[in-house]
């Protein structure tokens, strides 16, 4: 065993370094650290993850930071190749993509593709290629390269001998590659020049002079994607592949973008170069191919856009995936509503107006409009003119005269509207709590026993669904900045509560758990503004994570759990990243042959097949491990575990331990 393997065993440092290039990707840095330190790169990937094929993207912050101590890099170098959550409001899905917000359909996960003149001039995998659209190499001008010529398909955790090989044993810089055509680099060159992913000064000076069409200039990256991929997946699919929908209804069916059917790098080249071939014609282009599709199996007299656009890609163009903002793409809604309405077609169809017999009669003093205005709302909120006519029909049967039929009328839709405003959806809770949070639940807040739904009936024409005390509600958020301390800059080591909240909280310390600890004051709270939100909050992450580690340590021992060698080796690294021993299959092998542990045998009986799982005790395994490795990064779960010893004396089970070892 070489010191770099000694070194990887022990969680020390390898011995040579690697520096991170701008533009790298992770699995090109991790594969250049192991081939330097002439290490196996599934090695590495087991060290750090404690698993071989777990995907990077999936990395928790403990898995970086394990990455950075091995490397000895700092953990801010490798915030470009992180795909973290991009927090949008709008968005739950959307990740960070070289400082992008991009939708995760958009993103290649487990695999990646290579240009093999960029791999030997440069011997890096670029980032940028971790998108589906950038099919070819905007520098040198040749497809990229997805799958060997055995075969198999580029995974970021199988290789060969050396990390940039193929598991045949080609390398990857001895591939041939054929010249892409110029719609394939135009396109690239497209979405590398928004991303600005250029690597040398160069790269920068000539990508600044590429034009980008009109319809994507001004959009976000992951607009642009979605722009590219609407219009060429329409454009790249023949008639006769383009079937007929029997529904007449529009539906969006994935709203957040749809890769399927598209997934290899000949089919994204096709789509990128149709897109690439409309958008340089833009708008008559775009318009020929409306009434190309639109032509298909269209009814004779349309009256819909849904009869107009009776094929799959014509549903595509009048229902696409919406935009970050979740709103239409711009300069595809543009034109598609021109186009219908030169047809005869309203995209949109108008609501009905409801009529009554008593709001003909108060029209002229209390219509919508003037009875919204004296109630300090908008006439078009959403709730208001449902309410408006849901009291004017009840109201038809009323014998009585003007006067006194608006005095009723009045008094009811006042006595309304205050019920409405005096209670709050989940939906606007979680929204005036929480913030641009990814989650819009409340589920949180009613487990910490902060909210609870109001369960009387209210008559004012919402559906039925839980609704909140809204003065509560506000009540909690001026909590919130009473125990939140503002600051003008943060502390190092202070991150979002978004963040830290993603990072400490499992099964067995929630939400809201962190929730009631945050309003305690358990740990200090610090801000930027003046009235913060859920998100607008900053919380140690380490002070955290050792409390969040106490309290699951707790509830394990407490409840005598059994659990996974897969949970179990999560909750040992996080407490001993140093360990001495890990829970690899010899290791969990001898602790039930010699009975060092508790553990029960629950049979794997998926799909037909009748094979051992075990679980193991937490209890037994947390005090094992504090006898191997002695204290661990949280003080408080140490003096719980030796609390909580099980009916074993403490010289018996020290004593296994020790022999386990020699062992």
């Not at 009434?291 to 269209?298: G, L, M, T």
């Amino acid at each position: 065993m070489n010191q770099a393997a000694t070194n990887l065993v022990h969680l020390r440092p390898l011995p040579l370094v690697v520096e991170s290039i701008i533009g790298e990707s992770a699995t090109s840095f991790i594969s250049r650290l192991s081939e330097k330190n002439g290490v196996a790169l599934w090695q590495v990937r087991k060290v750090v993850s404690g698993h071989i094929r777990l995907p990077i993207d999936k990395w928790s912050d403990l898995y970086w930071e394990r990455l950075a101590s091995l490397s000895r890099q700092l953990l801010l170098d490798f915030e470009p190749m992180r795909h973290r959550r991009a927090n949008l409001a709008t968005c739950s899905t959307a990740k960070m993509f070289l400082g992008h917000p991009i939708m995760s359909p958009y993103l290649l996960r487990g695999r990646f593709r290579l240009c093999p003149t960029c791999l030997s001039e440069r011997h890096m995998l670029r980032e940028v290629w971790s998108l589906f659209h950038v099919v070819a190499c905007s520098r040198h001008g040749c497809e990229l390269i997805e799958k060997c010529e055995c075969g198999r398909k580029f995974d970021e955790s199988k290789r060969g001998d050396s990390p940039f090989t193929c598991i045949c044993g080609k390398p990857f810089r001895d591939y041939a590659t054929a010249a892409a055509s110029v719609e394939a680099v135009e396109g690239t060159r497209w979405i590398e020049q928004r991303l600005s992913s250029w690597v040398t000064p160069l790269e920068e000076h000539l990508m600044r002079k590429i034009t980008v069409p009109e319809p994507l200039r001004t959009m976000p990256v992951n607009d642009m994607l979605a722009f590219i991929n609407v219009v060429g997946r329409v454009a790249s699919t023949p008639p006769e592949q383009d079937e007929i929908r029997s529904s007449d209804g529009v539906h969006r069916d994935y709203p957040h973008g749809d890769m399927r059917g598209i997934e290899s790098l000949a089919a994204c080249t096709g789509v990128v170069e149709a897109a690439v071939r409309i958008l340089k014609d833009w708008p008559a282009a775009f318009r020929a191919l409306l009434e190309e599709v639109s032509a298909r199996n269209a009814s004779s007299s349309p009256t819909t856009r849904s009869q107009l656009f009776r094929t799959r890609m014509g549903r595509l163009l009048v229902a696409p995936p919406n935009g970050l903002d979740r709103q239409p793409l711009p300069g595809l809604f543009t034109q598609l509503s021109r186009f219908c309405e030169e047809q005869g077609v309203v995209l949109q169809r108008k609501r009905p107006i409801r009529h009554s017999s008593t709001a003909r009669r108060i029209a002229k003093t209390a219509n919508v409009a003037q009875l919204a205005k004296e109630l300090g709302v908008c006439a078009e909120r959403k709730l208001f003119l449902p309410l408006y006519n849901k009291v004017a029909v009840g109201l038809d049967n009323l014998t009585a005269d003007t006067a006194e039929i608006e005095t009723i009328f009045r008094d009811e839709m006042v006595r309304r509207w205050q019920e409405i405003e005096a209670q709050m959806p989940a939906c606007d809770v979680a929204r005036y709590l929480d913030g641009a949070s990814s989650t819009r639940s409340v589920h949180g807040w009613i487990e910490a026993d902060f909210l609870h739904p109001e369960t009387d009936p209210t008559d004012h024409g919402r559906k039925t669904r839980k609704k909140y005390n809204a003065e509560e509600v506000r009540q909690l958020r001026r909590k919130l900045a009473e125990i939140s301390r503002k600051v003008d800059t943060l502390p190092p080591g202070y991150e979002l509560y978004e963040t830290v909240s993603k990072a400490v909280t499992t099964k067995y310390y929630h939400r809201s758990d962190l929730l009631r600890d945050v309003f305690q004051g358990t740990f200090e709270t610090l801000t930027l503004v003046a009235e913060p939100r859920l998100t607008d909050l900053h919380l140690n992450q380490a002070i955290v994570r050792g409390f969040g580690l106490a309290r699951r340590v707790a509830q394990l021992i407490n409840t005598d759990a059994f659990g996974l060698p897969f949970f179990l080796g999560h909750l040992l690294d996080e407490l001993w990243p140093q360990s001495l021993e890990r829970l690899d299959p010899t290791v969990r092998k001898k602790l039930r042959r010699h009975r060092l542990v508790r553990f029960t045998d629950v049979r794997n009986t998926t799909e037909g097949r009748d094979r051992p799982l075990y679980k193991y005790s937490f209890v037994d395994m947390l005090e094992r491990q504090l006898l191997l490795n002695g204290p661990s990064t949280s003080t408080a779960a140490d003096e719980l575990i030796l609390s909580k010893r099980n009916s074993a004396s403490p010289l018996e089970r020290e004593s296994c331990a020790r022999d386990s070892i020699k062992n």
